[in-house]
């Protein structure tokens, strides 16, 4: 079992940034990548960043030069830095576990991941 319990979220105005953290806590040796998705009001959840446990990143084009996913190993930490954000990045944010192998390039979309944060909320003023 992997918890996990996102915090950082708030409200900004359009042009600031936030930074949003992950605590990963439980079978953590687990886990074989980590990601971001968020869900707009009446839209699919969708996927942000992805980050490998070699540390390879992979990236919406939405947010591609903005965003930027990272660990922290030591303190069990996934972070997601939001610079430059625009009211279209407004969503509830969730962080996501997966802790099995059997893919290529990291996987970010959510049916390749089995386990979930309850989400932080992010709105983004104009």
């Known amino acids: 079992q992997v918890q996990l319990v996102e915090s950082g979220g708030g409200s900004v105005q359009a042009g600031r940034s936030l930074r949003l953290s992950c605590a990963v806590s439980g079978d953590i040796y687990m886990k074989f990548c980590m990601a971001w998705f968020r869900q707009a009001p009446g839209k699919e959840r969708e996927g942000v960043a992805a980050?490998?446990?070699?540390?390879?990143?992979r990236y919406a084009d939405s947010v591609k030069g903005r965003f930027t996913i990272s660990e922290d190993n030591a303190k069990n930490t996934l972070h997601l830095q939001m610079n430059s954000l625009k009211p279209e990045d407004t969503a509830i944010y969730y962080c996501a576990a997966r802790t099995y192998g059997g893919y290529g390039r990291v996987p970010i979309v959510p049916h390749e991941y089995n386990y979930w944060g309850q989400g932080t909320q992010v709105t983004v003023s104009s």
């Open positions: 980050i490998d446990s070699d540390g390879s990143t």
